[in-house]
């Protein structure tokens, strides 16, 4: 098996809990902040939706420059963040179809103009890009925890036997 089609694989299977978690967002809560410092539940959920769209950036760019391409934050809720992360998840998929391993090597940086974030290789952004899916659906459950929402199960039951 390749590196590509490991990563593949992984993803797909990620993503299986993933949209167990973001179909779990009350409707009337995407303004839930559990801290100061803590992303609201909206800009948290659109974030995690937006991260399938980073396997492409990481293995079709060799750098994402916020300088040149301004962020724009997602604001999906409900169905429509649902049909954006399966968008983005088409999306990735393609893209690993597209890509093989002799791209991975290869040098990827993540810089705004002259400050530099990342300064990798595309192996590791994508490795970020779907660890960044899972550490960040983590960060969904404390929420939907702190709200009372039963937690559906990422690799098994859940405590709430889900």
């Known amino acids: 098996m390749t590196l590509i089609e490991s990563f593949r694989r992984e993803l797909e299977n990620e993503a299986v809990a993933t949209r167990k978690m ?35 950036m990481s293995l079709h760019l060799n750098e994402l420059d916020f300088a040149k391409s301004p962020y724009k934050p997602t604001t999906y809720q ?49 490795r970020m890009s779907i660890s960044q899916i899972i550490h960040h659906r983590a960060q969904l459950g404390v929420y939907l925890r702190l709200l009372d929402v039963p937690i559906p199960g990422s690799y098994g039951p859940s405590a709430d036997g889900e």
Do not use: C
């Open 22 to 56: 973001l179909a779990r967002i009350p409707a009337d809560k995407y303004e839930f902040q559990p801290h100061e410092k803590s992303m609201d539940l909206q800009r948290l959920a659109n974030h995690i939706a937006d991260l399938p769209y980073w396997i492409r």
């Open 78 to 126: 409900g169905d429509a963040l649902l049909h954006y992360f399966e968008e983005g998840m088409k999306d990735a998929m393609a893209s690993f179809e597209e890509a093989n391993d002799d791209m991975l090597p290869e040098s990827w940086i993540l810089r705004d103009g002259d400050t530099i974030f990342v300064d990798s290789n595309k192996l590791d952004t994508v």
